[in-house]
């Protein structure tokens, strides 16, 4: 059952153009290590769990996405969303303390502390620190070699407490026994060396959603799968996003016109339809949620879009009867109204912008000659009243 959901958790993947990776072993260290690489800005996750082991392996933001369903959670229905962004410069503990203190101190019978201040005041002595870097740079014998010496040291600090612990923890310190089995060297070389190969071949920009393969998709896995229902669905989901990834596709690579959607998410399939699909701006605003970004309000041709999805489409199921339909659906045809950001709009159409910012100023004109007419006609009816 698990095999089956993972192909078609990647078929899903696939038709959406998402570049996806299998996890060679532990998927939380394949992610920590992406994000330590820059191959992955971040990691998004509703498993508060897996915050620690994601920063014990290098990553460098963890995005915590509060799951809706979650009894803790408050009801924000209508309210924008927000996600907590953990970043490992921002916390209090290095990777190095990390590991020393919620690994190497908390293995059973290694470090009989019953205080982890005691731990943590280990770590800004620099034993954390001295310990992971030869652990980093060192061969496993060498390793061997030199945790003697550094175990030494460490029961030296924790008998003669120096000022960096107060007078009640140093009192506690004393009684602290390490084993001669500290630190596992197995854990410290998992931890400080993961044995996971990291590709750098991942091109996020390389794909793009296939709409026929998206149609057929939803053809074969869903109940509503009939052309006119997928068409009428599409309107709402996926067209806006559709918009934006052309948008950003020739931002990326503007020598590409952005008017030849049919080849960017086509894939194999071959559709003859072609067209400037951005027909006019009509409005713009300033978003109050993201920073009042400038916004316009532009009239998209969906022609293309909906001839892209039925292509995928072969016709075999049959629709509802006219009956059953709750009311008369969209023409999937009419114009499509949607906020997109200016700064993708004058990339892909400056021609638009310009008539527009052009017919502001010509309404703005239009006020100014107006209001410089209704005083000169206010100044000319008190004369008149004067005489």
């Known amino acids: 059952m698990e095999k089956e959901l993972t192909s078609s958790m990647k078929e899903l993947a696939e038709v959406f153009g998402i570049e996806h990776w299998t996890a060679s072993a532990d998927a939380v260290i394949n992610l920590a290590l992406l ?12 498993d508060l769990e897996a915050f620690l082991p994601l920063f014990l392996y290098s990553a460098h933001t963890v995005i915590q996405n509060p ?13 924008q969303e927000q996600y907590l962004v953990h ?24 470090f009989n502390c019953n205080f982890m201040e005691i731990a943590v005041k280990l770590t800004r002595l620099g034993f954390a620190d001295s310990l992971l870097k030869v652990a980093t740079t060192m061969t496993r014998p060498e390793l061997e070699a030199f945790i003697p010496t550094w175990r030494a040291e460490l029961i030296q600090e924790l008998a003669a407490p120096s000022d960096a612990f107060s007078p009640s923890l140093a009192q506690f310190a004393q009684f602290a026994r390490v084993s001669s089995f500290f630190p596992n060297v197995d854990m410290l070389l998992g931890y400080a060396n993961p044995t996971i190969t990291i590709s750098h071949d991942i091109q996020w920009s390389r794909r793009e959603p296939s709409l026929p393969a998206l149609a057929s998709m939803c053809k074969r896995y869903f109940e509503w799968g009939w052309k006119s ?21 020739y931002a990326m690579a503007p020598e590409q016109p952005v008017f030849t959607l049919g080849g960017s998410f086509a894939r194999s ?20 949620f993201f920073n009042e970004e400038l916004l316009y309000y532009v009239e998209v041709d969906p022609r293309m879009l909906v001839y892209l999805a039925e292509a995928g489409v072969k016709g075999t199921r049959l629709p509802l009867p006219e009956w059953k339909v709750p009311k008369e659906p969209v023409n999937p045809l009419s114009p499509l109204k949607l906020w997109l950001p200016a700064v993708f ?38 004369v008149r009243d004067k005489h």
């Open 35 to 46: 994000n330590a690489h820059g191959v992955i800005d971040g990691i998004l996750t509703d």
């Open 87 to 110: 970043r490992l410069a921002d916390l209090r503990y290095n990777r190095a303390s990390l590991i020393f203190i919620s690994r190497l101190c908390t293995q059973t019978g290694a």
């Open 67 to 79: 799951s809706s369903t979650h009894r803790g959670v408050p009801n924000n229905k209508g309210k």
């Open 269 to 288: 399939q071959h559709v003859g339809v072609d067209n400037e699909w951005i027909m006019k701006v009509m409005s713009s605003k300033e978003d109050p």
């Open 229 to 249: 229902e997928i068409v009428k669905r599409f309107r709402t989901i996926i067209w806006p996003s559709i918009v934006m990834h052309a948008m950003r596709r």
């Open 345 to 382: 709009v004058r990339e892909a159409r400056p021609d638009l912008v310009q008539v527009y910012e052009e017919s502001l100023a010509l309404k703005a004109r239009k006020r100014e000659t107006s209001q410089d007419e209704d005083q000169d006609e206010e100044l000319i009816s008190k």
